[in-house]
């Protein structure tokens, strides 16, 4: 086995690909629970409706998750999930771009020319978001390290000190 004597950019990646793999089975599962929301929600409300209550609950739902487990972080907080929807809002605009596109240039494309393209869109705004998230929305401090904060330091300090 090869090293590449950079131990550091070696578990950077590694950590990446992990946080990825989460991120895709989280926003997965999310989108998954959110078409099952929508179908159920739509016999008894407009779609808009529907579609607008669903979409609000998976991106905090969403957030949460990602906050908590795809980046290992704390609870998301207001500033997290502002950033958080700003960034779904980027990838809504961004599909629906794709598909106004295709509509534009294909008017008769099939079912499944339509649907490789929203899934191929789907997948680069995906991508973008989980960059987003992990170098802006759920950033570590540099080194790697989660920050402390100081209260959590001086109750650290005073078990220490008590034991």
Same mark, same amino acid.
């Not at 990446?16 to 089975?25: K, Q, Y």
């Given at each position: 086995m090869k090293t590449t004597g950079n131990t550091t950019a070696d578990t950077t990646k590694t950590g !990446?690909?992990?946080?990825? !793999?989460?991120?895709?089975?989280f926003g997965g599962g999310t989108g998954i629970a959110s078409a099952a929301a929508l179908v159920a929600l739509s016999d008894s409300m407009p779609i808009a409706l529907a579609n607008a209550f669903v979409t609000v609950v998976s991106t905090v739902l969403a957030t949460e998750l990602h906050s908590r487990f795809t980046f290992r972080g704390s609870r998301g907080g207001l500033r997290a999930h502002a950033q958080s929807a700003a960034s779904a809002l980027a990838a809504y605009l961004f599909t629906t771009a794709a598909m106004l596109g295709l509509r534009a240039v294909a008017p008769h494309a099939d079912a499944l020319v339509e649907q490789g393209v929203y899934l191929g869109a789907s997948g680069l705004a995906g991508i973008g978001r989980f960059v987003v998230l992990r170098v802006f929305v759920f950033a570590r401090p540099s080194g790697g390290t989660r920050a402390t904060s100081p209260t959590r330091a001086l109750a650290r300090a005073h078990v220490v000190t008590a034991a």
């Open positions: !990446a690909i992990t946080a990825f !793999a989460r991120f895709v089975v």
